[in-house]
């Protein structure tokens, strides 16, 4: 129903930048918008973005307030996360994933389709 195909990623020394791209394609009529986590080689999968299609502020995960930036192009369906300022602990795979509506919970924490992932470096 959905394809979510990321890019961008790469290997970065720390205090560089990289802007991830996310294009999805399908039928997303119910998703309020969409979003980043990161999962770190032996942690949990984490939030980091999330915007809106239509109104609303972005949502950051607060690791990653003032340095990344996530955008979107709605007539693509593609949303961006601007890295700036990386530090090695934001080394891990970036997801995009697909939000669908939600209740009782912040309106971002409902990721129902992933991407395959896009590896982030950070070496220091």
């Known amino acids: 129903q959905v394809q979510l195909v990321e890019s961008g990623g790469g290997l970065v020394q720390a205090g560089g930048s990289l802007r991830l791209s996310c294009a999805a394609s399908?039928?997303?009529?119910?998703?309020?918008?969409m979003g980043w986590f990161r999962q770190a080689p032996g942690k949990e999968r984490e939030f980091v973005a999330a915007i809106r299609w239509i109104g609303g502020s972005p949502d950051y995960a607060d690791s990653v307030k003032g340095r990344f930036t996530i955008s979107r192009d709605n007539a693509k369906n593609t949303v961006y996360l601007q890295m700036n300022s990386l530090k090695s602990e934001d080394t891990g795979l970036y997801y995009c994933a697909v939000l669908l509506m939600v209740t009782g919970r912040r309106w971002y924490e409902n990721p129902g389709y992933w991407g395959q992932g896009t590896q982030v470096t950070v070496s220091s």
């Open positions: 399908g039928r997303m009529f119910s998703s309020p918008g």
